[in-house]
């Protein structure tokens, strides 16, 4: 255990002297890193990550609803928000916390460890955004903007160009061939804060096609994206 725990502090240094901050509290940077996996079974007062991700999530929104406010000031909403959901999503996330080398700092257990846990994008998109969550908490709305606009830069510059939303795309795509097209939500799972739903797409004459995201309207459009992608439409 004690081995384990120095190696788990030399992690936390080296992300750390990644993200150029050093923890007033590093207890927060050890909770933000932590899954649920290394505490089962094990007796202690810790916390996963799972709080901080909460929180992370409402910052990152913040953050990027500025930015994109500030950059884009003769769009309106519904200009507004296929740019967000871009750049606020699992994907994007997990982008953002390969980045950063986040991966590599996070507590497992050995066995999701040997799943190959330190690259599933839903862990690593979970973390960045419990990271946000501590950064914040350690140094306030300044700091957590200075990881969001350094480990998103590559997120930014992409939405420039303004996305289209691929449920707009596919209503398009279904209506000029007169095709019915409806989602229906066949799953939902997890905690009230962090909810995981699995939708799929009906386009009359095709097979169904599912999306998973971490609302209604998420999952909808990776439903979506996904039909498209396997036409060759771009969105």
């Not at 409806?182 to 804060?193: R, T």
Request: hydrophobic letters at 40%; a neutral charge; glycine letters at 10%.
């Amino acid at each position: 255990m004690a081995g384990a725990a120095r190696k788990t502090d030399a992690r936390l240094e080296e992300l750390e002297a990644r993200l150029g901050r050093n923890f007033a509290n590093r207890e927060l940077l050890r909770e933000a890193l932590t899954h649920a996996s290394a505490l089962d079974g094990v007796k202690t007062k810790r916390r996963s990550y799972d709080r901080l991700e909460f929180l992370g999530d409402r910052v990152l929104g913040l953050v990027v609803s500025e930015r994109l406010l500030a950059e884009h000031q003769n769009e309106e909403e519904g200009e507004l928000a296929p740019r967000f959901n871009a750049l606020v999503n699992r994907h994007a996330c997990a982008r953002a916390a390969r980045r950063a080398g986040l991966g590599e700092a996070v507590v497992l257990s050995p066995s999701e460890e040997s799943q190959g846990g330190r690259g599933k994008e839903a862990i690593l998109a979970d973390i960045c955004e419990s990271v946000i969550g501590a950064l914040y908490l350690d140094g306030g709305l300044d700091v957590a903007r200075g990881f969001i606009v350094r480990f998103w830069a590559d997120e930014f510059e992409s939405t420039k160009t303004a996305p289209r939303d691929a449920k707009t795309v596919l209503q398009e795509w279904t209506a000029a061939r007169k095709k019915g097209l409806s989602y229906s939500v066949i799953d939902q799972s997890g905690p009230e804060h962090a909810p995981h739903f699995v939708v799929e797409a009906r386009i009359d004459g095709f097979d169904y096609v599912r999306g998973e995201g971490g609302s209604k309207r998420e999952a909808q459009r990776a439903a979506a994206a996904a039909f498209l992608k396997a036409r060759g439409v771009d969105v």
